[in-house]
């Protein structure tokens, strides 16, 4: 079964860093693109990035370009998306998916939820 | 960047009707067009892929169409289990833009 399992939630300060993950099983992780979304409270879905984890190919979106860093590990089938310095406009849902038989995300992790807030 | 326009934003409909969601993208983006659903609590869920393709074992009932810039999204009857937010997504050359949903309830 294809799976994504993501990391579990997170309650930061402004300022302090943070990476989160997203393991794939189930599948070839390197041969797949895997992509980050935002969603923001009560708000709709916002493409972030993606990544292809056989060469670490990224882009991004313009805007998050620079606000955040798509990595990953394929030792370990794991992506994850950084922040170097947390803003409380960071406080949202993320998720990851990956594209593996169509040209859109078949398959979702569960979220991680980041709050940000002093 | 490409940006996608939903409408309506929201709807109101009864069981049985046939609720159609449109979706346009600002240049032409040929088929490359996804529709997904999301539940309230839930991640999204891919429902039709490339403007007109329908996800392995996700229910007839549900459709695409149209290509270029216009897209549709239809429900042909609508069910109480399809009350939930439903959004286009474009992929063009690696840059990928969601519109901005189309929250879908029971009259």
Known sequence: EVQLVQSGAEVKKPGESLKISCKGSGYSFTSYWIGWVRQMP????EWMGIIYPGDSDTRYS?????????????????AYLQWSSLKASD???????????????????????????? | DIQMTQSPSSLSASVGDRVTIT???????????N?????PGKAPKLLIYD??????GVPSRFS???????????????????IATYYCQQY??????????TKVDIK
């Open chain 2, 35 to 39: 529709w997904y659903q999301q539940k």
């Open chain 2, 64 to 82: 695409g169409s149209g290509s270029g810039t216009d897209f549709t999204f239809t429900i042909s009857s609508l069910q109480p289990e399809d």
């Open chain 1, 62 to 78: 313009p805007s998050f370009q620079g606000q955040v860093t798509i990595s990953a590990d394929k030792s370990i089938s794991t």
């Open chain 2, 23 to 33: 979706c346009q993208a600002s240049q032409d983006i040929s088929n490359y067009l």
């Open chain 2, 92 to 101: 063009d050359n690696l840059l990928l833009t969601f519109g901005p949903g």
């Open chain 1, 42 to 45: 009560g708000k709709g879905l």
């Open chain 2, 51 to 56: 403007a007109s393709n329908l996800e392995t």
């Open chain 1, 91 to 118: 406080t949202a849902m993320y998720y990851c998916a990956v594209v593996i038989t169509t040209h859109a995300f078949d398959i979702w992790g569960q979220g991680t939820m980041v709050t940000v807030s002093s």
